[in-house]
């Protein structure tokens, strides 16, 4: 099969972490970063654009080295260079890297002084106490790491969405074309849009004679078959993730899906009301006695309990059947309510696109405004925007505008909320920008009175709009940090500011529960994908799934304005 993206972007990022503990040349280890970032984001697959002859070279961050090696990945499944690099420095201490507060420094004063190679290694040594005892560290910071490594093995078995996008997609496209397939959907926390999956959930309605069932356990990616009937099979894949296909009757499709969908609770509560009407529920249909009433389409099913089709990112059992029963259930937000993506960057500091190219990715997408939020000065990245940058990026978006049609960049900058709560450039700046997006970006380890103090204290500006990301968090790899949500909402809700749900795969930022919460505090929000170049736009789905499973609708999202609506709500001066 061929060789995913997020593959060949792991080898890269691999390779970085380790030249990066072997203090290799630092602009190499950026440029390997680069790299991985600029393939995990693009569009197409990069075995495709070889199969059809195209010039890696010619992408962004790809020279004619990285190019090579792309191919080189994409034939054999390896690079050499990292085979190289692995010999001499373990593979794991990698995975170190991924946990907050062990820089490359750290990992590496960790193995040589403790012989600390892996993740469960570096656990034993924080709760022995060795930690603590290497010079620099101290009982503090072992407690942090013992903290963040336990952390960070809870979620080791589940993937990220979008990772499980791009797992599944090619297995779905490949039983789709199996002789007697009728249908086939990937049900579980898959199709409610979790966050993170722990296995694929994969229902077939076919024909009493299809083969599907052998074809599934020769998929080129199957590496072990667990098992194996007639309407059932579990394997693994060589990413790791196991993966169940059931196989069931047209007149049991609609019953199964709602069964594997879920999730438990859901099901539970809608087994009980079944019970109340004399009927039994289950993946089969739904039966009266033995007569099967129901059962061939989800309709049917909730029907049978008279209640109108529940979408599956509602189906967590928190309120959505009472507000069925009522006829209130949220009408949610679409991608097609979108007018307009309020968090992106560009070359002038992290990004690796112009503002006309970003633009022009937008306008593709029919949005009507696209905001640029380069980073500022102060911690979130060493070119950021000082005053005079600023100024004159502020100069050259208006210049730019006159020479758009049909789309209007917007002026804007994410901010650092610096410890003591103000912002990282004066006021005198900030009023010339359309709107400020701002952010927490150092200091996660405040108390949760401090963090919330300091993030109040930077509400209180009146050149403040959005909160970024606002918990900081980035899913299996770094906790959020701790922060009264509640008080923040009501604040932001007081002074005319917003939240912004980070749209961006690896944040998701805000939860689903923290969606509802804001929801019901009625705090309005930005879903914005925070996107680093113009293929990161389509990470607004993304967001909108996230929103949607937080019962978010269109009127609680401020970029489903128009933009001479938006434009006064960010006035609130």
């Known amino acids: 099969m061929p060789v995913r ?30 790299a991985a970032q600029s393939i995990r984001g693009h569009g197409k697959a990069m075995a495709d654009l070889l199969e059809q002859g195209a010039d890696l070279s010619e992408l962004p961050d790809i020279g004619e080295d990285l190019a090579e090696k792309i191919q080189t990945i994409v034939t054999t499944g ?24 062990l820089g490359p420094k750290r990992v590496k004063t960790l193995y040589k002084t403790l012989d600390i190679k892996s993740i469960d290694d570096l656990k034993r040594a924080a709760r022995s106490g060795k930690i603590r005892e290497i010079p620099g560290f101290g009982k503090k910071t072992e407690d942090r790491i013992r903290t963040r490594v336990e952390g960070f093995t809870s979620h080791e078995q589940r993937v990220k969405l979008c990772v499980a996008e791009q797992i599944a997609e090619p297995l779905v496209d490949y039983l789709r074309k199996v002789k007697g397939v009728k249908d086939i959907v990937i049900a579980g926390s898959f199709r409610r849009r979790k966050e993170t999956v722990g296995d694929l959930d994969i229902l077939i309605a076919a024909a009493r004679d299809s ?11 199957v590496v072990e078959v667990i098992s194996k009937g007639r309407t059932r099979a579990r394997v693994r894949l060589r990413c790791g993730m196991s993966v169940d296909v059931r196989v069931v009757p047209a007149v049991s499709f609609g019953a199964a899906l709602v069964y594997f969908t879920g999730s438990k609770q859901h099901n539970i509560a809608i087994r009980k009301m079944g019970v109340r009407r004399n009927l039994k529920i289950n993946e089969y249909g ?17 029907a049978s309990v008279g209640l109108p089709v529940i979408v599956p990112e509602l189906r967590e059992n928190r309120g959505e059947l009472q507000a069925a029963r009522k006829n209130r259930l949220p009408h949610l937000i679409t991608m097609e309510d979108i007018r307009g993506d309020l968090h ?19 306008a593709e997408r029919g949005y009507e405004y696209l905001s640029i939020n380069d980073h500022s000065k102060r911690v979130a990245v060493a ?20 020479k758009l049609d049909g789309i209007e960049l917007l002026k804007s900058v994410e901010l650092d909320i610096l410890q003591d709560g103000s912002l990282d450039l004066p006021d005198s700046v900030i009023k010339e920008l359309d709107f400020t997006v701002c952010a927490v970006h150092y200091g ?24 970024a990301h606002p918990t900081g968090r980035l899913i299996n790899e770094r906790e959020p940090y701790p922060i009264n949500l509640e008080a923040i909402m009501k604040a932001a809700k007081e002074r005319g500011c917003f939240l912004e749900l980070n749209a961006h795969p690896d944040r998701l930022d805000l939860t689903d529960d923290a969606c509802l919460l804001a929801k019901e505090i009625q705090v309005r929000i930005a879903v914005s994908t925070d996107a680093h170049s113009a293929s990161d736009l ?22 489903t304005l128009s933009l001479s609506k938006l434009k006064e709500l960010f006035a609130r001066r």
């Open 383 to 402: 070119n950021g925007l000082d005053r005079k940058r600023l100024l004159k990026q502020i100069k050259e978006i208006d210049k730019l505008n006159e």
């Open 444 to 467: 996660f380890n405040l108390s949760r009175r401090k963090q919330t103090d300091r993030v109040l204290r930077a509400m209180d500006n009146p050149y403040f709009n959005i909160l």
């Open 538 to 559: 389509r990470y607004m789905r993304c967001g909108i799934d996230q929103a949607r499973r937080g019962w978010l609708e269109k009127t609680d999202i401020i970029n």
């Open 5 to 34: 993206n997020s593959e060949i972007a792991d080898i890269f990022e691999k390779l970085a972490d380790l030249l990066e503990i072997e203090e290799s040349n630092p602009f190499r280890v950026r440029a390997y970063r680069n």
């Open 344 to 362: 992106c960057h560009t070359r002038a500091t992290d990004g690796r696109d112009t503002p006309r190219r970003m633009a022009e990715a937008a």
């Open 286 to 302: 739904v039966f009266r006695d033995k007569k099967r009433v129901a059962g061939k389409s989800e309709k049917s099913v909730y």
């Open 211 to 221: 083969i599907v069932m052998d074809r599934f356990v020769e998929f080129g990616e």
């Open 78 to 101: 390896e690079l050499p260079l990292l085979n190289e690099v692995e010999s001499r420095t373990p593979a794991a201490l990698s995975d170190m890297m991924r946990i907050e507060g």
